[in-house]
């Protein structure tokens, strides 16, 4: 079974600066697969990055980047230069090596941006 | 490409009606998987249905069942729904192939509300 922790319920962040989101994981697996998502209030799920485990650099795509640390069990979402439109929900998820195609979510992060 | 469509949008039910949500992966995507959302309890997987079968269930009673087909559309069917129920149902598509790097583009969503 796997499970994702994020312990950040709300963050803050002014426009232009970089802002980190937390994210845990725990997982026997050996081989599995970590994904962030972003949902704005309108509710789609935007894919943002993924990492998998046995990848060694870090994920990037465009102003994202994941900090994988693997022995910390832990996948945190960097935001460089945020925008107004980064506010939203992100969401921290993995998937396992049986079972399927299942997705584990964590709880999220409500983002907001300000001026 | 075109994304993942969900159709309806929008659903207003009473309680111990059916309900049918449909979903159209992605031009490729063989996976198609269904995603509960609710303030509660979060984001829970529903199941995964790849090339026309069930190959992946979530902890949810009988009373959610779906299926696949040929063309890799899904459908999701809630049957004596229930105010619980009431949530935003998200469709997410993959190729299904790539093991725990399989990457899940989600749809809009179809919000429904159990009256």
């Known amino acids: 079974a796997q499970k994702i922790t994020q312990t950040q319920p709300g963050m803050f962040v002014q426009e232009k600066e970089a802002v980190t989101l937390d994210c845990t994981y725990d997982t026997s697996d050996q081989s599995y697969g970590l994904f962030w998502y972003k949902q704005p209030s309108s509710g789609e799920m935007i894919f943002l990055i993924y990492?998998?485990?046995?990848?060694?650099q870090n994920a990037t795509e465009g102003r994202y980047s994941l900090n994988f640390q693997k022995a910390r069990k832990s996948a945190n979402l960097v935001i460089s230069a945020s925008q107004l439109g980064d506010s939203a929900m992100y969401f921290c998820a993995m998937r396992g090596n049986g079972g399927g195609n299942k997705l584990t979510f964590g709880t999220g992060t409500q983002l907001k941006v300000e001026l | 490409k075109a994304g993942v469509t969900q159709t309806p949008r929008y659903l207003i039910k009473t309680r111990g009606q059916q309900v049918t949500l449909s979903c159209s992966p992605i031009?490729?995507?063989?996976?198609v998987s269904w995603y509960q959302q609710t303030p509660g309890q979060g984001l829970q997987f529903l199941f995964e249905?790849?090339?026309?079968?069930?190959?992946n269930k979530g902890n949810f009673p009988g009373r959610f069942s779906g299926r696949q087909f040929s063309n890799s559309r899904s459908e999701m069917n809630v049957s004596t729904l229930e105010l619980g129920d009431s949530a935003l149902y998200l469709c997410?598509?993959?190729?299904?192939?790539?093991?725990?790097?399989?990457?899940?583009?989600f749809g809009p969503g179809t919000r429904l509300t159990v009256l």
């Open positions: 249905y790849f090339s026309e079968t069930q190959r």
């Open positions: 990492q998998g485990s046995y990848d060694e």
């Open positions: 031009s490729g995507h063989r996976s």
């Open positions: 997410a598509s993959s190729s299904g192939l790539a093991g725990p790097t399989d990457t899940q583009y």
